[in-house]
Nanobody
C-alpha cells in the first residue's frame, strides 16, 4: 500500500504562484511513477503532470499547463512537487497526487486532494 498526502493548496490571484507537495508513505520502492491530476466542479478528473520515479526523471504535462507548471521529485524524501506559476482562473480545481506501481498500467493510489482556487 502507498499512502499519499498533499499539501500547499490555497487561494491565489491570477498570475500568482503556488507549490503543491505530495508525501508518500515508506513503501515507495515499487512506485514507478507519480503524478498530479485535478478535478474542477462539474468536470471529470484530468491529467496535469507526471514524473517517473525510477531512473531518469522523465516528465509529461498537459498542454494547457506546459511552460507554467513544473513537476519534480525528491526520492530521498519520498516527495513529489508541483510548482505552479502564472496561474489562471481555469486552473481552479482540487488537485490530487497519484502513484503507479511497477507493472501497473494506471494510477491506483490517490491522495485526498488539496483545493487550489485562482481568482480573477
Amino acid at each position: 500500500q502507498v499512502q499519499l498526502v498533499e499539501s500547499g493548496g490555497g487561494l491565489v490571484q491570477a498570475g500568482g504562484s503556488l507549490r503543491l507537495s505530495c508525501t508518500a508513505s515508506q513503501r515507495t520502492v515499487s512506485v514507478y511513477g507519480m503524478g498530479w491530476f485535478r478535478q474542477a466542479p462539474g468536470k471529470e478528473r484530468e491529467f496535469v503532470a507526471t514524473i517517473r520515479r525510477i531512473g531518469a526523471a522523465i516528465t509529461s504535462y498537459r498542454n494547457s499547463v506546459e511552460g507554467r507548471f513544473t513537476i519534480s521529485r525528491d526520492n530521498a524524501k519520498n516527495m513529489v512537487y508541483l510548482q505552479m506559476d502564472s496561474l489562471k482562473p481555469e486552473d481552479t480545481a482540487v488537485y490530487y497526487c497519484a502513484a503507479k506501481l511497477v507493472g501497473d498500467t494506471t494510477y491506483n493510489y490517490w491522495g485526498q486532494g488539496t483545493q487550489v482556487t485562482v481568482s480573477s
